[in-house]
């Protein structure tokens, strides 16, 4: 970059700053049943990163003498410095179903769940990503300038993959749900719309901490953790890391896949199990997995105790200081803990689901993440990566993040960029043939499948680790887990054991799902909205 064209220069804030988040690169991939003007989305993503502090995530990366990473802007980007990295695959003589990797991108089934291990692997969706393109570390985005985000669109003549790729220094989800809406906005000629990117130059949670800790007007008090009393000290924390270190090297390779549960089979899950309780159908679905993984380990013996991990998103939980819709570019993700008991791992979902609900309730309020917040920037000002563990040492832990608030299906809007709507899809089943529309009841424009790749660069898998993508527009749930095989046979079985014995379909892609039985009626919109916690 020419210094004489350098105007801006933007931190990257310590949470941005991160061991582990220096190591992780993402791919938002999107699928449309719409046939999209790929220059017309370049050029208006390029449009929006030179407004204003957007331009912060078209700059380039550098590390500073003092080691810490910040983005420098220019006034105007162009052809030799552009805002995104850009890769067009113009494929549309032919189908997505005839393309060798996209058509096995998953499809919906209306009636049965199913495990879809294509998807679950990062390579094998590879060539459909912007990280294709990309420098394979930080370091290399660094020496080479690289922009930071990069788009890779791959038209079909009755479909469209757009893929939107980053390291995840650059922001978390909820950044990344700030761009796309604004993308969308640039898109319809909207510009007035686009709300300013706050905090492209300010840590704002670090202000939020420092205006608590002033005792200014209005200001929460940060408040010590709920579960101080069980914390872990240096010695117990390291004992446990060991453990799970040599559980990590004894234990086969974990797997990665999706698991699609559709609208009945959440409802036959969640009505079966919930009773009264006042939680979401997220919840219960976080109980549920926990219950398979805590009952998959155990054997014959009684299930162990379990730490949930479950990340939050501080920006959700300081509402003093912002409001939760406000365009904000940085990671901003904390993390709650849920000690689980022997007891309560082989107790019902119901139990489970609220005992988690009462610890992240517990865990998230705005003195609570200002008190976490206060711990983090000790530990990082003191040179430290701040790793606090609660809850018991011997504990099997496991790892959610929900995204469903992001919803990527209803933030996103490309309808400018329509050519044309996409074909009919045929759907086999085990008795007969018929002609659907999948994706023809959507908005044109929008998304009909979405899934979040990421790429650590060390590519060590980790166990017990589920993101759940969220909510498609109808009512289905796409789940990414990476499991012990012997985890997966649970959870499997457990879907069996759901739908009365019929068998849950297992394939790379395949639209030849087993007929199931006969399901409740689907219930009404209204009845689907629940609350929905995101954590990315």
């Known amino acids: 970059m020419d210094e004489d064209s350098i105007v801006y220069s933007y931190p990257l804030h310590p949470l941005d700053n991160l061991s582990g988040t220096r190591n992780v690169f993402l791919s938002w991939l999107m699928r449309f ?140 989800g909820f950044g990344i749900r700030s761009l796309l ?78 698991i699609f549960l559709p609208h009945a089979a959440v409802m036959r899950l969640t009505e079966g199990e919930r009773g009264t309780s006042c939680v979401s159908t997220s919840d219960m679905l976080v109980a549920w997995l926990v219950r398979c993984a805590a009952a998959a380990a155990s054997s014959n013996k009684p299930p162990p105790p379990v730490t949930l991990l479950s990340a939050v998103n501080a920006r959700l939980h300081l509402p003093t200081i912002m409001e939760p819709d406000e365009a904000l570019a940085q990671n901003m993700t904390l993390m709650t803990h849920t000690p689980l008991t022997c007891e309560q791992t082989s107790g019902p979902v119901d139990g489970i689901a609220r005992s988690f609900r009462a610890h992240v309730d ?26 606090n563990a609660y809850g018991d040492r011997h504990a099997m832990p496991v790892l959610v993040n929900d995204l469903s608030a992001i919803d990527v299906y209803n933030t996103v809007d490309f309808a400018p960029a329509v050519i044309r709507r996409g074909e009919t899809t045929t759907t086999t089943t085990t008795t007969t043939t018929t002609t659907t529309t999948w994706g023809a009841d959507n908005p044109p424009g929008s998304v009909v499948y979405f899934q979040l790749q990421s790429k650590l660069v060390n590519d060590q898998n980790m166990a ?28 499997e079985e457990a879907l069996k054991t759901m739908f009365g014995g019929e068998g849950v379909a297992k394939s790379r892609n395949s639209t030849h799902r087993p007929q199931a039985p ?15 916690v995101s954590t990315a």
Do not use: C
Not at 111 to 117: E, H, L, N, R
Not at 518 to 532: F, I, M, N, V, W
């Open 33 to 172: 049943n719409d046939v999209l003007d790929a220059e017309k989305l370049q050029q208006s993503l390029s449009r929006l990163l030179e407004m204003g502090d957007w331009r912060k995530l078209g700059g380039r990366i550098r590390r500073g003498k003092d080691g810490k990473l910040k983005i420098i802007s220019p006034d105007q980007f162009g052809s030799l410095q552009p805002a995104i990295a850009f890769g067009h695959d113009k494929l549309t003589d032919s189908s997505i179903d005839q393309h060798r990797v996209a058509s096995l991108l998953p499809k919906p089934s209306r009636t049965m769940p199913f495990t879809d291990s294509s998807s679950g692997v990062n390579q094998v969706f590879r060539p459909l990503t912007g990280l294709a393109m990309m420098p394979q570390t930080l370091d290399d985005i660094i020496r080479l300038e690289a922009p930071p985000l990069a788009l890779h669109v791959t038209s079909f003549s009755d479909a469209t993959v757009v893929s939107l790729s980053h390291p995840q220094v650059l922001t978390d």
């Open 181 to 258: 809406r604004s993308w969308s906005l640039v898109l319809a000629g909207r510009e007035t719309d686009v709300p300013a990117l706050r905090g492209a130059s300010t840590d704002i949670l670090r202000e939020a901490l420092r205006r608590s800790e002033a005792g200014e007007e209005g200001a929460v008090h940060p408040e010590p953790h709920v579960l101080a009393s069980v914390r872990l000290g240096k010695l117990a924390k390291a004992k446990m890391l060991l453990r799970l270190t040599a559980e990590r090297m004894k234990s086969p390779e974990p797997v990665p896949r999706v």
């Open 362 to 387: 517990a865990q998230t309020t705005e003195a609570q993440i200002l008190g976490m917040l206060r711990s983090t920037y000790r530990a990082l000002d003191a040179g430290q990566e701040p790793l």
């Open 464 to 491: 017990n680790v589920f993101t759940i993508w969220g909510r498609d527009r109808e009512g289905n749930y796409w789940i990414n887990a990476t499991l012990a095989p012997k985890v997966w046979a649970r959870v």
């Open 518 to 532: 006969d399901l409740p009626p689907r219930q009404s919109s209204s009845q689907q909205e629940e609350q929905e």
